[in-house]
C-alpha cells in the first residue's frame, strides 16, 4: 500500500506541475498586460488633457475675437513657429549647448565635491557654507557682477546656469554618500577593504539614487539658469539662445513670436526631465523601490 501511493504521487507531480504552468504563463501575460495599460493611461491622459486645454484656448480666442497681440491662438503660434523655424532653432541650439554644458560642469563639480566632502570632514565644514550661499543668492542678483567681471559672455552664461544646477548635486550626492549602513560600513571595516572597495561597492551604489533625482531637479535648473542668465545680459545677435528671442519678440510687439519661443523652452525643459526620468529608471529599475514596477 505504501509503494502504491508513492507510486501514484510521483505520477500525480507532473500532472500537478503541467497544471500550474498554465497559470504561472496566465499570470504573467495578465502582468504584461497591466504594465502596457499603465504606460499607455501614462501617456494618453495628460495628452488627452492638454488637447482639451488647447482647444478651449483656441475657441476662447476665435469666440471672442482677441487680437494676436494681446493672445494668440494656438494654431497662430504653431505656425509662426514653423515660419520662423530657422531663427528659432539657431536660438534653441544655442540654450540646449549652454544647458548641457552648464548641467555637465555642476555634475562633475558637484560629484567631486561631494565625494570630498564624504571622505573629508574639513572640507565640509569649510567649503559647503560657500555652497549654501551661492544657492540662495538669487540668480538674477549676480548675474550682472558675472558679466562685468567675466569677459565673455558665453562664459559668464555659462557660469550663471552652473551655479544654479550646482547645488542640488552636490547636496544630494553628500546625503546618499552618508546614508550608506552603519553596519555594512562596520563589516567592510572588519573584512579590511580598501577605500576604494569601500566607495565603490557601498558608498556608490548607496549615493546613487540621490544622485539621480539631484540630476532630475539640476537639469531643469539648469536650463532655468541659463534662460534667466540671458534675460539678464539682454544679448542680441546670431549667437543667442530662446531667451534673447522673447526679449526681442516683447520689444517689437511680437507676441505670437514670444509665444513660439517660450513654447520651445517648455518642450526642452519636458524633453530633459523626460531623458533623465528614463535615465533613472534605467539605472535603478532592476534594484532600486523608487524606480521599481510593482503591480497596483
Known amino acids: 500500500m505504501a509503494s502504491t501511493s508513492i507510486t501514484e504521487t510521483h505520477a500525480a507531480a507532473p500532472l500537478a506541475q503541467a497544471g500550474a504552468a498554465p497559470s504561472e504563463a496566465s499570470l504573467r501575460a495578465h502582468e504584461d498586460r497591466l504594465r502596457r495599460r499603465e504606460s499607455m493611461l501614462r501617456i494618453a491622459v495628460p495628452a488627452a488633457i492638454v488637447a482639451l486645454l488647447l482647444l478651449a484656448w483656441e475657441w476662447t480666442v476665435r469666440a471672442n475675437n482677441i487680437p494676436h497681440y494681446i493672445l494668440p491662438a494656438p494654431s497662430l503660434i504653431i505656425r509662426t513657429l514653423f515660419d520662423n523655424w530657422a531663427s528659432l532653432s539657431s536660438a534653441l541650439w544655442f540654450t540646449v549647448k549652454l544647458t548641457?554644458?552648464?548641467?555637465?560642469?555642476?555634475?562633475?563639480?558637484?560629484?567631486?565635491?561631494?565625494?570630498?566632502?564624504?571622505?573629508?570632514?574639513?572640507?565640509?565644514?569649510?567649503?559647503?557654507?560657500?555652497?549654501?550661499?551661492?544657492?540662495?543668492?538669487?540668480?538674477?542678483?549676480?548675474?550682472?557682477?558675472?558679466?562685468?567681471?567675466?569677459?565673455?559672455?558665453?562664459?559668464?552664461?555659462?557660469?550663471?546656469?552652473?551655479?544654479?544646477?550646482?547645488?542640488?548635486?552636490?547636496?544630494?550626492?553628500?546625503?546618499?554618500?552618508?546614508?550608506?549602513?552603519?553596519?555594512?560600513?562596520?563589516?567592510?571595516?572588519?573584512?579590511?577593504?580598501?577605500?576604494?572597495?569601500?566607495?565603490?561597492?557601498?558608498?556608490?551604489?548607496?549615493?546613487?539614487?540621490?544622485?539621480?533625482?539631484?540630476?532630475?531637479?539640476?537639469?531643469?535648473?539648469?536650463?532655468?539658469?541659463?534662460?534667466?542668465?540671458?534675460?539678464?545680459?539682454?544679448?542680441?545677435?546670431?549667437?543667442?539662445?530662446?531667451?534673447?528671442?522673447?526679449?526681442?519678440?516683447?520689444?517689437?510687439t511680437e507676441i505670437p513670436m514670444m509665444f513660439a519661443a517660450l513654447l520651445l523652452v517648455s518642450l526642452l525643459g519636458i524633453v530633459i526631465f523626460i531623458v533623465f526620468a528614463a535615465l533613472s529608471r534605467l539605472v535603478l529599475g532592476h534594484w532600486h523601490e523608487s524606480e521599481m514596477r510593482r503591480e497596483r
Request: proline share 5%; hydrophobic share 60%; net charge positive.
Open 100 to 252: 548641457l554644458l552648464a548641467l555637465a560642469a555642476a555634475i562633475v563639480g558637484g560629484v567631486l565635491l561631494a565625494i570630498a566632502f564624504a571622505l573629508f570632514k574639513w572640507v565640509e565644514i569649510g567649503l559647503f557654507p560657500i555652497a549654501v550661499i551661492l544657492q540662495v543668492t538669487p540668480i538674477i542678483a549676480i548675474a550682472p557682477l558675472i558679466l562685468i567681471y567675466v569677459s565673455s559672455t558665453t562664459a559668464a552664461l555659462l557660469l550663471c546656469a552652473w551655479i544654479v544646477a550646482f547645488f542640488p548635486i552636490l547636496s544630494n550626492t553628500v546625503i546618499g554618500l552618508k546614508s550608506a549602513d552603519s553596519n555594512l560600513r562596520d563589516l567592510f571595516q572588519l573584512y579590511k577593504a580598501s577605500p576604494w572597495q569601500t566607495f565603490r561597492y557601498l558608498l556608490a551604489p548607496s549615493a546613487l539614487p540621490y544622485f539621480m533625482a539631484g540630476l532630475k531637479i539640476a537639469g531643469g535648473l539648469s536650463l532655468i539658469g541659463a534662460v534667466v542668465a540671458e534675460f539678464t545680459a539682454g544679448t542680441a545677435g546670431k549667437e543667442t539662445g530662446l531667451a534673447s528671442r522673447i526679449l526681442e519678440s516683447s520689444f517689437r
